[in-house]
């Protein structure tokens, strides 16, 4: 190759890149230093002002959208850019905005990735793999739906983000018996994204799987003043859950039909492997009792009053530190850990409680809320559902239900919608973030299996949304009722 074509190509500009990278910018100067907004009004006559920090809030919060959609710099940089734009245009204070970066639920995700690189390094990943396949077989499309039940099955004890990050080393064993290379295919943007999506469908069903359900009903008690127990939520979202389940079955099927319709002889090759790995060694015995043990402790929080004041991040470091104090990982294991998502997430959690705590959130919720305030009660409940999906693909699900529930729960009565029905609407769109990376730790978790872009997860998220909006419908007009579900108050 000539100087002078290497001269050539480095001069290529990237022209889709550096128009989103610049319509960010233009949205977040355009917004940030724009005239005062309206005041928002809830159905009681009470304004919400929308401050200057507010509507800052609100520039980046744009900003980061495009650029996470776009991938205009990578994920973990638009992270600190969030950080940076508080900072330097006076909406939070650096101690607030980049002390979000370490978050409890951030140091979670990093706990939940180490878990994953454990499973990897003793081999325990390779013998789940193999036992697996040598059950669902060689055709790729039971090979889909036994990694997607598994998935689900599994976010009913632990949490989703736990999940993913145990299943991930698996579906990279599983993809390397499909392909040679990590070159991205069909199969595996279908095995990655659709782990994401199944992880957030199973978490649904059970107070286990996410935090989410837990605010949900404190808010529920606060507001309407009866409980919701674990068991009248699990009945109710146990077939919304797995109804997902199988439809995104479906819809992977669909959109990204394996290129191999089986792999030939891979049940006895997966047999074979399993058995030349022999009996389990002492580091998969250590790595399995660190790991079930605290996943078991974190399950038993809901059950144990003296657990509930031991945050579960607490508890899933105590596997990471032990790991090390043990031996099983080195220095060398961490300085592999995936900081990019890791950013990405501290970046998730920065916007969040900048929108949460400038009064930005609770100001798009009523101005959206109170859009619907004299509609059918069915319209009224669907639109809770779509501001609460919309809202956790930005930021985190359990500030999405904080900021929409007690807005939702206040009009409610108007219109005579039963509070119970508002709550597990919201809960299981909260769960399933299909549009961004930032939506749910399973989504940013599958990305680092370089198998799909920003772009892609955000193109293919959006009939996936439109389906998850109608099973919401359904169940709300349907299942529910069926099922005891009391939907309208008169």
């Not at 997607?148 to 599983?174: D, G, N, R, S």
């Not at 769960?431 to 399973?442: D, K, N, Q, Y």
Request: proline share 5%; hydrophobic share 55%; net charge neutral.
């Amino acid at each position: 190759m000539t100087t002078e074509t290497l001269v050539q190509n480095d001069s290529t500009i990237d022209w889709k890149r550096w128009f989103f990278l610049i319509l960010g910018l233009v949205l977040f100067f355009g917004v940030n230093f724009s005239p005062a907004w309206p005041d928002a009004v809830d159905p009681t006559g009470k304004h919400f002002l929308l401050s200057p920090q507010a509507k800052g809030a609100l520039a980046v919060f744009l900003l980061a959208g495009i650029w996470w959609v776009f991938e205009v710099v990578p994920i973990g940089v638009t992270s600190l850019t969030i950080g940076v734009l508080q900072v330097l245009f006076m909406v939070r204070p650096a101690s607030k905005a980049f002390k979000d970066f370490m978050d409890p639920s951030v140091l979670f995700i990093f706990a939940s990735l180490v878990i994953g690189m454990v499973f990897t390094k003793t081999g325990l990943t390779k013998r789940l793999a193999y036992k697996m396949l040598s059950i669902v077989g060689e055709r790729t499309s039971m090979i889909y739906l036994g990694c997607f039940v598994v998935t689900a099955a599994l976010t009913h004890i632990m949490a989703h983000t736990a999940v993913a990050a145990t299943m991930y080393p698996l579906l990279l064993t599983i993809y390397h018996m499909y392909a040679d290379d990590d070159t991205p295919t069909k199969f595996g943007k279908g095995l990655f994204i659709g782990m994401a999506y199944v992880a957030g469908a199973g978490s649904i069903v059970t107070l286990l799987g996410a935090a989410r359900g837990a605010v949900a009903l404190g808010f529920y008690k606060d507001i309407v003043g009866t409980e919701i127990s674990f068991f009248d939520l699990s009945y109710y979202m146990f077939p919304i859950g797995w109804v997902m389940v199988f439809i995104l079955w479906g819809f992977f099927m669909i959109f990204f039909k394996p290129e191999k319709k089986s792999i030939p002889g891979l049940r006895e090759k997966a047999v074979r492997l399993n058995s030349e790995m022999g009996s389990l060694t002492k580091n998969e015995i250590l790595a399995a009792v660190i790991i079930f043990s605290c996943i078991a402790v974190m399950s038993l929080r809901s059950f144990i009053p003296m657990l509930k004041p031991v945050d579960k991040t607490a508890i899933i470091l105590i596997s990471t530190i032990l790991f090390f104090v043990l031996g099983i990982l080195d220095l060398k294991d961490l300085e592999s850990i995936p900081w990019n998502i890791i950013l990405l997430f501290g970046g998730a959690m920065s916007i969040g409680f900048c929108l949460w705590e400038t009064g930005a959130a609770e100001w798009l919720a009523i101005n959206w809320l109170t859009m619907f305030q004299n509609s059918h009660w069915f319209v009224f409940v669907m639109s809770i559902a779509f501001f609460v999906m919309m809202m956790t693909n930005f930021i985190m699900n359990v500030a999405a239900i904080a900021i929409s529930l007690p807005v939702a729960l206040v009009i409610a009565p108007y219109l005579g919608v039963s509070p119970e029905v508002i709550v597990f609407a919201s809960l299981v769109t909260a769960g399933m973030p299909f549009l961004l990376l930032v939506g749910a730790a399973p989504n940013a978790i599958a990305y680092d299996s370089k198998q799909f872009t920003t772009g892609e997860f955000f193109k293919y998220g959006i009939p996936a949304s439109v389906i998850l909006m109608l099973i919401v419908g359904i169940a709300v007009a349907v299942i529910w009722p069926l099922m005891g579900m009391p939907v309208l108050t008169h």
